[in-house]
C-alpha cells in the first residue's frame, strides 16, 4: 500500500509568490505526470497554513527575513516574509497541480507559538497533524515524497516518515531547495536516513511494469 504525499505547493513559494523557491514551477508537470500515470492508494497534500502574526514570521518580531530568534522552547527560529497565511491566495495550492476530490489536505503550521516544517509534527515534536494516524489507517507501507522545499519541509517531513515506520522515497525532479547548500546537506540527511532516492520517469516506469 503506498501513497503520493505532496508537500506545500502553494503560490505564495511558487513564481512570483512572497516566499519564491527558485524554479518551483518546473515541479508541476513530473508530478502531474505521475498523477496521471500511477496508481496509489492514497494521495495527500500538505499545505502551510498560518495564522496572522505567526512566530515564523519576521514581521511579528520586527526583524527583516532570514534573521532568527530563540523561541520560548529554546529552538532557533529562522524568519521568514509572512506567508501562506489562512485563506489568501498565497495559502491556495497552485491551480496548475492536480488535485483529485479524495486527495486528503493536511494543514500544518496552525499554533501562532510554533513553526511546523514537517507534515508530521510540529517542529518542537508536541503535537502532530492527522497524517500518521490516516497513514496506518490505510494500512500505508510505502510513503513517496515531493514538494517543496526540499531543504526545509521536504527534509522535515522525509525524516519523520522514516521515524514513524515507514519505507520511504524522495521524488528528486519532483522538489526544489532554497539554497544549493541547503539543500545538498539535506539529500546527504536524506541518504544517511535509508530515504530512497527515486526520479518520476522511473515512478512511473516501475509503477506500470
Same mark, same amino acid.
Given at each position: 500500500?503506498?501513497?503520493?504525499l505532496?508537500?506545500?505547493?502553494?503560490?505564495?513559494?511558487m @513564481?512570483?509568490?512572497?516566499?519564491?523557491?527558485?524554479?518551483?514551477?518546473?515541479?508541476?508537470?513530473?508530478?502531474? %505526470?505521475?498523477?496521471?500515470?500511477?496508481?496509489?492508494?492514497l494521495?495527500?497534500?500538505?499545505?502551510?497554513?498560518?495564522?496572522?502574526?505567526?512566530?515564523?514570521?519576521?514581521?511579528?518580531?520586527?526583524?527583516?527575513?532570514? %534573521?532568527?530568534?530563540i523561541?520560548?522552547?529554546?529552538?532557533?527560529?529562522?524568519?521568514?516574509?509572512?506567508?501562506?497565511?489562512?485563506?489568501? @491566495? +498565497?495559502?491556495?495550492?497552485?491551480?496548475?497541480?492536480? =488535485? @483529485?476530490?479524495?486527495?486528503?489536505?493536511?494543514n500544518?503550521g496552525?499554533?501562532?507559538?510554533?513553526?511546523?516544517?514537517?507534515s508530521?509534527?510540529?517542529?518542537?515534536?508536541?503535537?502532530?497533524?492527522?497524517?500518521?494516524?490516516?497513514?496506518?489507517?490505510?494500512?500505508?507501507?510505502? =510513503?513517496?515524497?515531493? +514538494?517543496?522545499?526540499?531543504?526545509?519541509?521536504?527534509?522535515?517531513?522525509?525524516?519523520?516518515?522514516?521515524s514513524?515506520?515507514?519505507?520511504?522515497?524522495f521524488?528528486? %525532479?519532483?522538489?526544489k531547495g532554497?539554497?544549493?547548500?541547503?539543500?545538498?546537506?539535506?539529500?546527504q540527511?536524506?541518504?544517511?536516513?535509508?530515504?530512497?532516492?527515486?526520479?518520476?520517469?522511473?515512478?512511473?516506469?516501475?509503477?506500470?511494469?
Amino acid at each position: 500500500m503506498s501513497c503520493l504525499l505532496i508537500i506545500d505547493v502553494q503560490n505564495d513559494f511558487m @513564481k512570483d509568490g512572497s516566499l519564491e523557491v527558485e524554479n518551483a514551477n518546473d515541479i508541476i508537470k513530473p508530478i502531474n %505526470d505521475i498523477r496521471n500515470n500511477c496508481s496509489f492508494d492514497l494521495v495527500a497534500l500538505s499545505k502551510d497554513w498560518h495564522p496572522e502574526n505567526h512566530i515564523s514570521f519576521a514581521s511579528t518580531h520586527n526583524k527583516k527575513p532570514y %534573521d532568527s530568534i530563540i523561541t520560548k522552547s529554546n529552538n532557533t527560529q529562522l524568519l521568514f516574509p509572512d506567508h501562506c497565511i489562512q485563506n489568501t @491566495k +498565497g495559502s491556495e495550492i497552485n491551480k496548475d497541480l492536480i =488535485v @483529485k476530490d479524495k486527495d486528503i489536505i493536511i494543514n500544518k503550521g496552525l499554533d501562532k507559538e510554533v513553526d511546523s516544517f514537517s507534515s508530521f509534527y510540529d517542529n518542537d515534536k508536541k503535537s502532530k497533524t492527522e497524517l500518521h494516524d490516516i497513514l496506518k489507517k490505510h494500512s500505508i507501507v510505502n =510513503v513517496y515524497i515531493c +514538494g517543496l522545499a526540499t531543504d526545509f519541509c521536504v527534509l522535515a517531513s522525509c525524516l519523520d516518515s522514516v521515524s514513524c515506520g515507514f519505507k520511504t522515497y524522495f521524488i528528486e %525532479d519532483c522538489s526544489k531547495g532554497v539554497s544549493k547548500n541547503g539543500t545538498d546537506q539535506s539529500l546527504q540527511k536524506m541518504k544517511d536516513n535509508g530515504i530512497i532516492f527515486i526520479n518520476s520517469l522511473d515512478l512511473i516506469q516501475n509503477k506500470n511494469n
